[in-house]
């Protein structure tokens, strides 16, 4: 049974498609196959691995309503164990039309449920907003990682998506999890950057991750080109962080020797 990890931060520019769409790639160069859904109305996650938009092609919004199964949405894309569920623009649409629809929470749950078994990690990258799209992702996720940056308004927004998932586990669903807390444009150099640190290390304790994703200008041009950081530079630092962070991951649930420790440089050898 694959897992679902919705990577959600209601608070924008934290990073949180980057972290979507690198640590999906990073998981299928680990060589463990892997979907990644859009499920951002701007889909930048779409874009960002080289799709081009096409009101024609079935995405996230025709599964939220019922108009197409989640096997009819899937894009194969340039990593050899990577797929993506693409968005459009309309799916934000789906905020009003959803609201009076029967089993509303759980269209994403429902939909993506037949792939479970195909997939071994399956990312939701939500839009930065905590409404019924996010929901949706969060009721059908087993975890949510949450990407942050080190500074002191990312604390304060960081308990209204806490409540969230409390209140997603007291009536929808009761499984969901903190998968963990990445800080993200991490500047190891600074004051705030380690005072902020420290706090959330005694709030999260062993949540926090510990990797952390520094500044990096390959990592920012990546989506430019339509690649993940590891097919654009896997030498660069976005690169190798988003790698560690994803080794971190699977080391929670699958065995130390499923991870395939050369991957990285069979993708270097592809990009070149």
């Not at 679902?4 to 196959?33: D, H, M, P, R, Y």
């Not at 308990?159 to 409390?166: A, H, P």
């Amino acid at each position: 049974m694959g897992r679902v990890i919705a990577v959600a931060n209601q608070k924008g520019g934290v990073g949180k498609t980057t972290t979507a769409i690198n640590l999906a790639s990073s998981f299928a160069a680990a060589e463990v196959n892997t979907l990644l859904v859009d499920c951002d109305p701007q889909s930048n996650a779409s874009s960002g691995l080289g799709l081009v938009k096409d009101p024609e092609r079935i995405n996230t919004y025709h599964l939220l309503m019922g108009a197409a199964g989640a096997d009819e949405a899937l894009c194969k894309l340039e990593l050899e164990q990577l797929w993506i569920i693409p968005s459009h623009k309309n799916l934000i649409g789906a905020n009003l039309e959803l609201v009076d629809a029967e089993r509303r929470e759980f269209r994403l749950r429902d939909a993506l449920a037949p792939l479970r078994e195909r997939f071994q990690f399956i990312v939701l990258d939500c839009p930065p907003a905590l409404d019924l799209l996010t929901l949706n992702a969060l009721v059908a996720a087993d975890s949510v990682l949450i990407p942050m940056q080190a500074e002191y308004f990312a604390l304060e927004g960081i308990s209204e998506l806490l409540d969230t998932v409390e209140r997603i586990r007291s009536g929808l669903n009761p499984e969901l999890s903190i998968e963990g807390v990445v800080l993200t444009m991490f500047d190891e150099r600074t004051n705030l950057a380690q005072q902020v640190t420290a706090e959330l290390k005694r709030f999260f304790g062993e949540k926090l991750c510990a990797t952390s994703i520094p500044r990096n200008i390959r990592l920012a041009e990546a989506p430019s080109h339509g690649k993940p950081a590891l097919v654009y530079d896997v030498r660069s630092k976005g690169a190798e962080s988003y790698i560690r962070l994803a080794k971190e991951i699977i080391s929670h649930y699958l065995p130390a020797e499923t991870v395939e420790p050369v991957a990285t440089e069979t993708e270097m050898d592809k990009s070149a």
